[in-house]
């Protein structure tokens, strides 16, 4: 009799995982859907919608081999390649995540594998692709003299991270530098060893993208036969300096490579 007792305990816990089992499945697949029912992600509301943000991986579902139907709409699904290894599963709906649906694409890969073998793939629309941080504006070049305070900016879409390089490695704050993690490099009393390309890196959960490569040139020693001439120069530099990107630069680079007025000599810099 305890034998018989003992054998209806174990079918019963049995029973009982595999309806546990088949519980979590169905929450898997259904609890992502709003409590309104409403499958739109815009539109939906209540914790559903929470979760449904929060689903970006099927690695877990690679263990339920024999699943047959599979709903993941409105989520942030950027990688499917888990339901290549689901052989029993006829549907899926994978409308609104952020697949990269291009005929080149790893998940576009996935969707014409899956339909060669019968499967039913729901995919359209898609929230769209993924991407890195957008430059709306670059950093400029710049030219300076020895003991000036000077900056670059870079404005991007986003609220992305940001590191500014100098020849191609990264700038850490100190006394004299600052803003190296942020969109403007600020560089105070530059000095010749400041001469150097710089850029900077702008990523958020999305990408990393690269500002393009802008440079530095410190003027060190400057000799006039007319000191008078001087104030010119300086005034010129100056107003180089702050007109718009582009206005004044290339009247700032003559000057510093050596289209001198008469009565100037050429510029004496070890660090331009």
């Not at 300076?144 to 020849?167: R, T």
């Amino acid at each position: 009799m305890s034998d018989v007792v003992a054998t209806l305990l174990c079918y019963c816990v049995f029973v009982s995982a595999v309806v546990c089992a088949f519980l979590v499945f169905l929450s898997f697949c259904f609890f992502f859907q709003a409590e309104d029912g409403i499958r739109d992600a815009q539109e939906s509301r209540g914790l559903g919608d929470v979760y449904k943000r929060q689903l970006e991986d099927l690695s877990p579902l690679r263990a339920l081999t024999d699943l047959i139907s599979l709903d993941v709409a409105g989520n942030q699904l950027t990688n499917i390649d888990p339901l290549l290894d689901l052989p029993a599963l006829g549907s899926v709906n994978l409308s609104l995540n952020r697949l990269d649906t291009d005929a080149n694409s790893a998940a576009w890969n996935v969707i014409t594998n899956l339909q060669a073998r019968g499967v039913t793939v729901d995919y359209d629309p898609q929230y769209d692709a993924p991407a890195p941080p957008l430059i709306t504006s670059q950093p400029a070049s710049v030219v300076a003299y020895l003991g000036d305070n000077v900056s670059f900016h870079v404005e991007a879409s986003g609220s992305p991270n940001y590191w500014w390089l100098k020849n191609g490695a990264n700038l850490c704050d100190t006394e004299r530098i600052g803003g190296t993690r942020d969109d403007t490099l600020y560089l105070d009393n530059v000095q010749a060893s400041d001469t150097a390309s710089y850029r900077v890196r702008i990523w958020d959960e999305y990408g990393v993208t690269n500002s393009r490569t802008v440079t530095l040139r410190v003027i060190t020693q400057v000799a006039f036969a007319d000191p008078r001439l001087e104030q010119v120069l300086r005034g010129r530099s100056r107003m180089a300096r702050h007109a718009p990107d582009g206005a004044g630069a290339p009247v700032a680079r003559r000057t510093a490579l050596g289209g001198l007025p008469s009565g100037f000599a050429h510029p004496m810099s070890g660090g331009f």
